[in-house]
T-cell receptor, first 108, second 114 residues
């Protein structure tokens, strides 16, 4: 089955850019998602990209997809303290597989 | 617009007691429905999913069960809770009929077993 891997932790200073990386194993994955989970809350869908796209930008968020390397990244520009959360990558072919989540810590 | 509701938000139960967690979706028809458990604030474990009323698929054998008595209602149950059932339970929905639709999550239920 599909495996989705993410680093566990990322620390950045407020105002810097954050880049959260994700790799997946199934080249048939057609949609790739990023979710945000704040403490004690459910997962919020941030953005998603179809596998025939290389990049998608939505305000401060930029998603880059390298389909050859099966690598997905989420860049958050001008990171704010409110961006502190766990970020989940997910890949979808016949079903959705989630990564373990990357905890983003924003230092004021 | 679509909304998903889960309740209760928190629950403290003794070992051996029964459990019923409820999830409802508004603003859509015939959704796919999912129950996940998240242990220690990290990875998601898919427990059950449903593509229609009375249709439940179990991903992990355990002492939990799920039911879908109505189109937009999904219930997670147990007859006798174990300590290992503690965790954060999340319900989610996605659109039926089109593959690879994103899942949308409720706010979760924090379950503590004493």
């Amino acid at each position: 089955g599909e495996d989705v891997e993410q680093s566990l932790f990322l620390s950045v200073r407020e105002g810097d850019s954050s880049v959260i990386n994700c790799t997946y194993t199934d080249s048939s994955s057609t949609y790739l998602y990023w979710y945000k989970q704040e403490p004690g809350a459910g997962l919020q869908l941030l953005t998603y990209i179809f596998s025939n796209m290389d990049m998608k930008q939505d305000q401060r968020l930029t998603v880059l997809l390298n389909k050859k390397d099966k690598h997905l990244s989420l860049r958050i520009a001008d990171t704010q303290t409110g961006d502190s959360a766990i970020y989940f990558c997910a890949a979808s072919y016949q079903k959705v597989t989630f990564g373990i989540g990357t905890k983003l810590q924003v230092i004021p | 617009s679509q909304t998903i509701h889960q309740w209760p938000a928190t629950l403290v139960q003794p070992v051996g007691s029964p459990l019923s967690l409820e999830c409802t979706v508004e603003g859509t028809s015939n959704p796919n429905l999912y129950w996940y458990r998240q242990a220690a604030g990290r990875g998601l474990q898919l427990l059950f999913y449903s593509v229609g009323i009375g249709q439940i698929s179990s991903e992990v054998p355990q002492n939990l069960s799920a039911s879908r008595p109505q189109d937009r209602q999904f219930i997670l149950s147990s007859k006798k809770l174990l300590l290992s059932d503690s965790g954060f339970y999340l319900c989610a929905w996605s659109r039926q009929g089109i593959s690879n639709q994103p899942q949308h999550f409720g706010d979760g239920t924090r379950l503590s077993i004493l």
